[in-house]
């Protein structure tokens, strides 16, 4: 069936409308891009094609639908050359005929029978005519929206520009005025300069700042207001890697008008006008003031006046570096100089270093003071100052009251000691203080030593080292580090240091010297004494190293690990005769005036099970008299607990017996009972003492008893036991329990 849309004629059959439809709609797949889908595209295309060809038969034939269909194509976005040009050929009778377009028109005669198919077939008089006219139509149309169109985003983009244009401007104009706010406003000083460093601008705070007016200022370079020994690196120097452009910041000296000098912290950056500064796309703003494009690059300078700030950061830099009393170098300058001299110095070329102790300070500020003390010391630094330091040696108090003097540089060798005798002189005049004149004694300690192989903290302990040799000889005022003693001095600290490991290790061992009653030669007791297998030095006695122990503090540890070990072996000890012989334990200084000892010692007992009246602590007659304090509670609660307390090696202290009457003491073991069988003086004293602890109730000892004859006259005596190697020597922990059964 036929399709009629207005007006008259004979129009193509839905088919034929189809076949070319599909045929353009190849056409425009091949040729462009509509934002449509296919069928989207083909069903526009039909309507299209209907409309055409229904023109084609129209009487009187129209161009205008054509010239309508290439404006629409326009508007629904089928624009390309190619898509048009085909379009063209596409309406053309060898393309359109074989598709099945009608051919006569009835323009010219009459109409014809109907065919077979109802449709009414014009004569072909006109259509090459017609199809001419409908093309050029088409194509006008087509090219008329296309230029319309054109001129419209034309006018579109024009409109577009002037907006930006203006939105820029104002941007730039708003950006400019807040920078000239910011400029003229800002607390630090900012100055604008050419590349080469000429000033064009300067902010009324940099003006302040320095003085001078902005002609002035206009007039110079940035490095002309540089100070001379502060000189600048300016960024035409330093500013420039490969194209980057790099800040340059640090603080220089600038001269003020008059003259002065104040320190400022100067940060200087390359602007390039055109460029974009900030992160919106927006024009940089301090170039709107400078915006001249013959102009490449110039040096934006910020300016902060740092002089108060810097003056605080000396005096703090000196108060960190320098002793508050006595304003002196401190410890850490006095090293931070040495450091520098051993680096200097030839390395076998000599450097000294002296330590000096004040003596008897403690003395003065018990009873003048503190200020008094502190008096006394700022004289001595003043008094090292003005003789030692000034001949061009350092000085610096390194402690409380030590001083320390290193030696200048190029001094001959033996300048040490000879500046120790004259700082001994310097400080043998007595210090006034207030109405009192205070003398005051030195004790020095002099480290001289080749440069090479040293470093700062080694001389300076060899120096304390020395120190400790002169203070432990009552006789010398100074002495000189020796290296061959200060080996062994090296080597008791290293086995001081290495006690904590061995205990962890299980290095320390204990053996048990037996205590024989005079009576019946039985054992009654035997005494723990510790030892140490040392990988290197092999078995230690006591004597190598628990004096080191009590120096360090370490004897707490390791004499609460002997405690606690003897009581583990006491208590498998057989009985020898009603009961098993005590285990008696030594006990420090340091252990006596610490309150954990008597937690020490119930945790040993409870975990060994040994009852407390198997447990004797020996504890010389140092520890607990004479002191400032004796540790009476700690002593009376053991006891109250039935722990037994002797005192070891008495005699061999300033006590007398009558002392002990107020401490829980219930056996004494004498010291130096060697003589007592060669020696009538000795056995008088031995004798007297024995009778005197009888009589406070004390049972008595004889240590060091070593043959038959000095055992003879100490139980002739009266002792209750002896002890020595004419008994027995101490014992492996089963040696010495089988001995017992």
Request: hydrophobic share 45%.
């Amino acid at each position: 069936m036929a399709v009629r849309a207005g007006g008259t004629g004979v129009l193509a059959a839905p088919a034929v409308v189809d076949a070319v439809a599909h045929r353009w709609w190849q056409i425009t797949d091949e040729t462009c891009f509509v934002p449509m889908s296919s069928a989207e595209v083909e069903a526009e295309l039909r309507g299209h094609t209907a409309r055409l060809l229904r023109s084609l038969s129209t009487v009187p034939f129209r161009s205008e639908p054509a010239r309508e269909v290439g404006a629409a194509l326009v508007a629904r976005h089928f624009a390309a050359p190619e898509f048009i040009g085909r379009t063209v050929e596409l309406f053309d009778d060898a393309v359109l005929a074989p598709l099945g377009v009608p051919t006569a028109s009835r323009a010219r005669r009459p109409a014809a029978p109907s065919g077979s198919d109802g449709l009414v077939r014009p004569g072909a008089v006109d259509r090459s005519s017609r199809l001419s006219a409908l093309r050029a139509a088409l194509v006008a149309g087509y090219t008329e929206a296309l230029r319309s169109q054109t001129l419209a985003q034309q006018e579109e983009l024009r409109r577009a520009d002037l907006a930006a244009r203006a939105d820029l401007e104002a941007a730039s104009r708003a950006h400019a005025a807040r920078f000239r706010a910011v400029f003229d406003n800002a607390g630090v000083g900012i100055a604008i300069s050419e590349w080469d460093g000429t000033i064009l601008e300067a902010n009324p705070a940099l003006r302040r700042m320095l003085g001078y007016t902005l002609k002035q200022l206009r007039q110079r370079r940035l490095d002309d207001l540089v100070h001379r020994d502060g000189a600048f690196a300016g960024p035409t120097e330093v500013g420039l890697r490969g194209d980057a452009v790099v800040p340059v910041t640090g603080e220089r000296p600038l001269v003020v008008n008059g003259g002065g000098v104040i320190w400022v912290q100067l940060t200087t950056s390359v602007i390039t006008p055109g460029e974009t500064t900030a992160e919106d796309g927006e024009p940089g703003t301090a170039l709107a003031l400078l915006d001249d494009p013959k102009r490449t690059r110039y040096q934006l300078t910020v300016v902060e006046d740092v002089t108060e700030r810097r003056r605080m950061r000396a005096r703090l830099v000196h108060q960190a570096l320098h002793d508050p009393l006595t304003s002196l170098p401190n410890r850490a300058l006095f090293f931070d100089r040495l450091r520098e001299v051993l680096v200097r110095t030839a390395p076998r070329d000599p450097v000294g270093v002296l330590v000096i102790d004040i003596d008897g300070l403690a003395a003065v500020n018990d009873s003048l003071g503190h200020e008094a003390g502190d008096q006394i010391l700022a004289s001595v630094a003043d008094r090292l100052s003005e003789e030692v330091a000034r001949a061009g040696h350092l000085v610096a108090r390194i402690d409380g009251d030590d001083f320390a003097v290193l030696v200048g540089p190029g001094g001959y060798r033996g300048s040490a000691d000879a500046l120790a005798r004259r700082v001994l002189a310097v400080l043998a005049r007595p210090f006034a203080v207030g109405a009192h004149a205070i003398p005051v004694t030195a004790t020095i300690g002099v480290a001289e030593v080749d440069a090479a192989g040293v470093d700062a903290s080694g001389l300076l302990r060899a120096a304390q080292t020395a120190l400790e040799w002169a203070k432990a000889d009552p006789t010398r005022s100074w002495a000189a580090f020796e290296a061959g003693r200060g080996e062994q001095e090296t080597a008791r600290r290293r086995l001081a240091a290495a006690m904590p490991a061995a205990l962890e290790s299980g290095a320390f061992q204990l053996e048990f010297q037996p205590i024989v009653g005079f009576p019946d030669d039985s054992v009654r007791a035997a005494e723990a004494l510790v030892r140490w297998n040392h990988p290197r030095f092999g078995i230690l006695e006591p004597a190598q190293f628990i004096p080191l122990a009590e120096e360090t503090g370490f004897i707490v540890p390791l004499g609460r690990w002997v405690l606690s070990e003897a009581c583990r072996q006491a208590a498998r000890w057989p009985s020898v005769g009603s009961r098993p012989p005590l285990v008696s334990v030594n006990i420090a200084a340091r252990q006596v005036a610490d309150r954990s000892l008597l937690n020490d010692v119930a945790v040993a007992l409870s975990r060994s099970g040994l009852p407390p009246e198997a447990l004797q602590l020996e504890i010389t007659e140092s520890a607990i008299v004479g002191g400032a304090e004796a540790p009476t509670e700690v002593l009376q609660a053991l006891a109250g607990e039935g722990v037994g307390i002797a005192i070891d090696d008495f005699g061999s202290g300033y006590s007398n017996l009558s002392t002990l009457r107020h401490l829980p003491v219930r056996e004494l073991k004498l010291a130096g009972t060697s003589g007592v069988g060669t020696d009538d003086m000795d056995v008088d004293v031995v004798g007297a003492l024995v009778g005197l602890a009888h009589a406070l109730g004390l049972s008595v000892t004889a240590e060091g008893v070593e043959t038959a004859g000095q055992a003879d006259r100490l139980r002739a005596l009266g002792c209750d036991a002896g002890q020595g190697w004419y008994f027995a020597g101490p014992m492996a922990p089963d040696e010495f329990a089988a001995s017992l059964g």
